[in-house]
Structures are given as C-alpha cells and as structure tokens.
C-alpha cells in the first residue's frame, strides 16, 4: 500500500457520512448515501455496471422509506473498513486505495 492511501483518523457520523484523514494531509467526506451506493460488494458492483448499460435499470427496492445510515464501522486489517447500513448490508469491504479512488471531492 502506498504511504499516501493510509489514513491517520476515521470518523464516522452515523447520518451523515464518514471522514477520513489521510497520512499526505488531506481530507475526504463520503457521505453515507454515497458510501451505500459505491459499496465494493459483489451485488452494487452488479447493479452499478447495469446502470452503465441500461440507465432505465429497475433498482432493489427500499424496505424503508427512512433515510440510509450508518451503524457501525469496523476495521479489517490494516487496509480496510467495513460498514453496516441501515439496510443491513455490510458486505462491501472499503480499502484505503477504492476509498481513494471513489472520494467525492476528486471525482466531480
């Protein structure tokens, strides 16, 4: 893992997203909603490449009409954070490096 994709502090807020700082001295948000939908997990990453093909895709509906949180965060190793959601899933494992590649305040 490179230096730069360490991070030094995590915090997450559960209704409104995650904070992260990393080693190179920047910050990132991702905001909760935000985390849900970009999840590494085998299943958003099947209905994010439907999108791509077909933006008239059918997405799984809610059980709940309140709004996605987060309720809890737990580290995997050294590389990795897990989250569960309001939802209940908690597959998707978030590396330093996908959170990286996913920060909202790069990839406008």
Do not use: C
């Not at 893992?1 to 700082?21: F, W, Y």
């Not at 299943?43 to 895709?57: F, G, M, V, W, Y």
Request: hydrophobic residues 35%; proline residues 6%; charged residues 25%.
């Amino acid at each position: 893992m490179n230096v730069k994709e360490a991070p030094t502090h995590l915090d997450l807020d559960r209704q409104r997203g995650l904070t992260i700082s990393w080693s190179d001295g920047t910050e990132s948000f991702y905001p909760v909603a935000y985390l849900r939908r970009m999840s590494p997990s085998a299943d958003a990453k099947q209905i994010r490449e439907e999108l791509k093909q077909n933006p008239l895709t059918v997405l799984p509906a809610s059980t709940s009409s309140a709004p996605i949180t987060a309720e809890n965060a737990e580290l995997v190793g050294n590389y990795a954070v897990r989250i569960r959601f309001s939802d209940g899933h908690d597959t998707g494992l978030f590396s330093w490096r996908y959170l990286r590649q996913i920060d909202p305040d790069t990839n406008q």
